[in-house]
């Protein structure tokens, strides 16, 4: 810590202190590639015992200011602060922090924030789940090292993080099938991307609901409610799979927020979960391993993505061109809220 009347420690006398150049700390803030262990060690440790801080409004003047930017859709959803728990515990091995901004539930006020991050000249930028067309993705990728979470479109400008959606929707799909059930009905959403409709996640899922229904002789049973991934959109989208007669037996929601409205829609109707509906989710966040809700869903590790996201970001930052897809493989977590159907 610099006390008053001291002057500030520069970057020279780390240097010193380490008995290395300049340059070396400079790559070791940087976090650069070709530094040993061993000089990471002795340039931090001076750091350290020195008291350094490098000047964030001098490192943008180099091109640098060890931020990045995080764009969500929204933050209610907490699947997303899994995505945010896993960047961050990657972000502590380095010297970069990362700021957080809502993209919001327009193309609009998305572009909007993205402008805001480039603005304040961070060095690169995650979006999650965006709405902006693949071609306005690669517009933001040519001034800003950009990483894109849960869209599964190719580019070469940009990095993708996406889990396989497909696998997850048929392991809940077919553990619902194996259980007994025939009258399976489906949660999906609507928003305001542009993208190639086989590139979003909700419709990889809601397509390969159908899918396996109709590979088990089961397409006269299909049903799908459009809705949103949130708690009102599931509570909506299970009155209206209610509604049905006969009315379905097991409700999958395309994530644990739906899902979440759509016990509470049960629960209105007077119906028991799982006695006379099972209910699956989508995400295993923590409030579906609750007691009192105990969710079965697909656990597509947030956390993982987030650090994946965060390495693939850095890299971009550091040089690198190639572009590189990166899936996560989702398992299924079975609790409480499904098992056979009523007799």
């Known amino acids: 810590m610099v006390t008053p009347g001291r002057r500030r420690v520069t970057i020279s006398d780390v240097a010193s202190h380490a008995q290395v150049s300049v340059t070396a700390v400079s790559k070791v803030i940087r976090n650069a590639y070709g530094v040993s262990p061993a000089m990471k060690d002795r340039v931090k440790a001076a750091i350290d015992e020195l008291g350094y801080r490098p000047q964030a409004v001098a490192r943008g003047m180099r091109g640098r200011t060890f931020t990045i930017g995080l764009v969500l859709p929204h933050i209610r959803n907490p699947f997303f602060a899994d995505i945010l728990d896993g960047l961050t515990a990657y972000l502590e091995t380095t010297d970069y922090q990362a700021f957080m901004i809502q993209g919001g539930a327009t193309r609009k006020v998305e572009q909007r924030a993205v402008d805001a991050l ?42 993708s ?36 409709p086989g590139d979003l996640l909700h419709n990889i899922r809601s397509a390969t609901y159908e899918r396996v229904m109709g590979e088990h002789g089961l397409a006269d049973e299909i049903a799908v409610a459009t809705s949103f991934y949130s708690e009102k959109g599931g509570y ?24 979440l409205g759509a016990l509470a829609a049960l629960h209105e109707a007077c119906l028991s979960v799982p006695a006379d509906v099972s209910v699956a989710g989508y995400d295993n966040t923590h409030l579906a391993a609750l007691p009192n809700i105990a969710l079965t869903s697909v656990d597509q590790d947030g956390g993982e993505m987030g650090r994946a996201a965060g390495k693939l970001l850095l890299e971009r930052v550091e040089g690198r061109m190639t572009p590189v897809r990166f899936s996560v493989t989702p398992s299924l977590v079975v609790r409480g809220s499904t098992a056979a159907p009523p007799a």
């Open 118 to 159: 480039v603005d304040r000249q961070v060095d690169g930028i995650i979006m999650v789940a965006p709405l902006a067309s693949r071609a306005r993705l690669e517009e933001v990728a040519k001034e800003k090292p950009l990483v894109v979470l849960a869209r599964h479109e190719r580019s070469p400008h940009y990095d």
């Open 161 to 196: 993080v996406f889990d396989d959606d497909e696998a997850g929707a048929e392991l809940v799909v077919e553990h619902l099938i194996e259980l007994g059930h025939r009258r399976i009905a489906h949660i999906t959403h609507q928003d305001d991307s542009i993208a190639r």
């Open 236 to 259: 909506d989208g299970a009155r209206q799979l209610l509604d049905r007669t006969p009315r379905p037996t097991a409700i999958f929601a395309g994530a644990d927020q739906a899902a």
